[in-house]
């Protein structure tokens, strides 16, 4: 590919990436749709729904997110997960219910309807995600099997309030609200069970933000309001629920699968900056002053600030920001304690997982153990994090971690992915980490071949994404693959296919969310590109 149109994807792609962080960190007015997480036609319908329980305020809002699920509807008449997805049963199911509610009103039948076809997609993602079943597992395709018969919303609520308590113990924090609501909701035409609803509705309401969200989530949020409504209970705290769905909708009408990565696309781009862009030091200082401004009391982050729930995914990745910022802010306080906090949360087996137990509520919160659903993604960025603050490898905790890793790779050489579409994700992440350390050179060849052996004939990797091509191409480039050979050339020259006017890239939806719905966040697309580009520049003056 000529180095003079790579040059021009490069700068594009950067341009795209300061001018969308510096509109997230000033966020007023609020950065411009381009720059956020993809609209998703599911979390829009119950939106939707959810205001049309009170339409007289909110007239605008409904119509613009009505007139965005009809603008989004496939040309079969349905809608799939993404605005580029086939369509499905279900998600065509929540959607033509939404748009049938602007007729009926929202009637107990409706709000049941699509709480029991949402409730469906999340039992599918739970055994993969909670207990890391693999996706093949005869087990899963049992319950899928379960889950679309008729008995179903039976037993959603059967388990729902027998045994609800110790279900809520298997699930982190997040996910409880979202469980408490679906089970009121399909219990609410149960006689037997509407003695308990009280009790479970307010334990519901003590999850509520003081902005009025639950857990910062928008298909959360929309189905707590909705079982708010439909039981006629908290109306202040259903009122607040509703003004903030109000206040997150895109100019566009729609709403995206969850609220933002707003920590994480301050964090990578600073890190990234730091080492693949040249003048962006006052940008940096402004994400370092960004993040330092929103650390939850004990040094954690969630997606957004201030009251979501902790990730250890956004806390490693707010700690790479905030050492990128240390040779202009100086400032080592806050990194030193993330890190502490970072391998306090490490697993006995050496893992990491993505959603500890907190003491307290978001932002005064302190995060201990356990720590829900372990992931190689996590681990993989955790490891990178304590070692880019100065960690040293050889110490204990990281070698335990880096045994564990060799112990999840798979037999054909990959790792296994957990918050992203196929094995490409965290294959790529771990190759590299071991690359950059000169470690477990048998693990890294298997991974190196099965990473050419997925690359497809266009050059992209299966999901299509410009991302998920970036992190392949780095993790080969700097596992020492040959800047001129054929995989690296073929990414390279789909990466620069996929390049929009702006400066982003055409979505391929390769994010999962844990409900089942896929989506893309355009800056973290870009910035892998942005580091690919850099690692084959790099490689090729290495080579001359």
């Not at 990959?414 to 048998?442: H, I, M």
């Amino acid at each position: 590919m000529h180095e003079a149109q790579l040059s021009r994807v490069l700068s594009k792609a950067a341009k795209f990436v300061t001018e969308g962080c510096r509109a997230i960190i000033g966020s007023d007015p609020p950065a411009p749709e381009r720059f956020l997480i993809s609209p998703c036609p599911v979390s829009t319908a119950f939106a939707v729904m959810a205001l049309l329980t009170k339409p007289g305020p909110y007239a605008n809002p409904i119509k613009s997110g009505i007139q965005y699920l009809k603008a989004s509807r496939n040309p079969d008449g349905g809608w799939g997960r993404t605005p580029a997805s086939p369509s499905d049963e279900k998600s065509t199911q929540i959607c033509r219910t939404a748009l049938n509610c602007l007729h009926t009103g929202v009637t107990p039948q409706a709000v049941r309807l699509v709480a029991a076809n949402i409730g469906a997609a999340w039992l599918q993602d739970v055994p993969r995600l909670v207990f890391d079943w693999p996706s093949d597992s005869p087990l899963i395709k049992m319950i899928e099997f379960f889950i679309f018969s008729e008995a179903a919303g039976n037993v959603f609520a059967d388990i729902s309030f027998d045994y609800l308590p110790v279900i809520l113990l298997f699930l982190p924090p997040g996910g409880r609200p979202f469980i408490m609501a679906l089970s009121c909701i399909l219990a609410t035409n149960r006689p037997n069970y509407r003695r308990s609803l009280p009790f479970l509705i307010n334990r519901l309401a003590a999850y509520q933000s003081p902005n009025g969200a639950w857990c910062e989530d928008i298909l959360i949020t929309s189905l707590c309001t909705l079982c708010l409504s439909i039981t006629g209970r908290n109306p202040a705290a259903r009122a607040r629920g509703l003004r903030w769905l109000a206040s997150v909708q895109y100019p566009s009408g729609a709403w995206p699968s969850f609220n933002q990565l707003t920590n994480w696309d301050v964090g990578l781009t600073a890190f990234v900056a730091g080492s693949s862009l040249t003048g962006q030091s006052e940008l940096i200082k402004k994400c370092a002053r960004f993040l330092s401004a929103r650390a939850n009391r004990d040094g954690s982050y969630g997606t957004v600030s201030p009251y979501a729930f902790p990730d250890t995914d956004d806390t490693s990745v707010a700690l790479l920001g905030l050492v990128a910022a240390l040779p202009y802010t100086g400032d080592s306080g806050l990194a030193g304690r993330i890190s502490t906090l970072l391998l306090s949360l490490q697993n006995k087996d050496g893992s990491w997982g993505t959603f500890p137990e907190v003491a307290g509520a978001p932002p005064d919160c302190t995060s201990h153990h356990p720590v829900h659903i372990k992931s190689v993604d996590v681990t993989v960025h955790v490891l990178q994090s304590l070692l880019q603050s100065g960690l040293d490898i050889n110490s204990p905790g990281l070698q335990k971690s880096l045994w564990w890793l060799a112990y999840q790779q798979k037999w054909d050489g990959s790792w296994k992915s957990t918050w992203y579409v196929g094995n490409t994700y965290a294959t790529a992440q771990v190759l590299e980490l071991l690359a950059e350390y000169d470690t477990w050179p048998r693990s890294r060849l298997k991974a190196r071949n099965w990473l050419v052996a997925a690359q497809q004939n266009n050059g992209g990797w299966p999901t299509g994404s410009a991302g998920e091509c970036g992190l392949a191409l780095s993790a080969l480039l700097k596992n020492g693959e040959a800047p001129l050979s054929t995989p690296v050339q073929k990414g390279l020259a789909y990466i620069s296919s996929l390049q929009q006017a702006d400066g982003s890239f055409k979505p391929a939806y390769g994010g999962l969310y844990a409900s089942g719905l896929y989506y893309e966040d355009p800056i973290t697309e870009a910035l892998a590109v942005i580091r690919a580009i850099r690692a084959y520049q790099t490689a090729t003056s290495s080579a001359v």
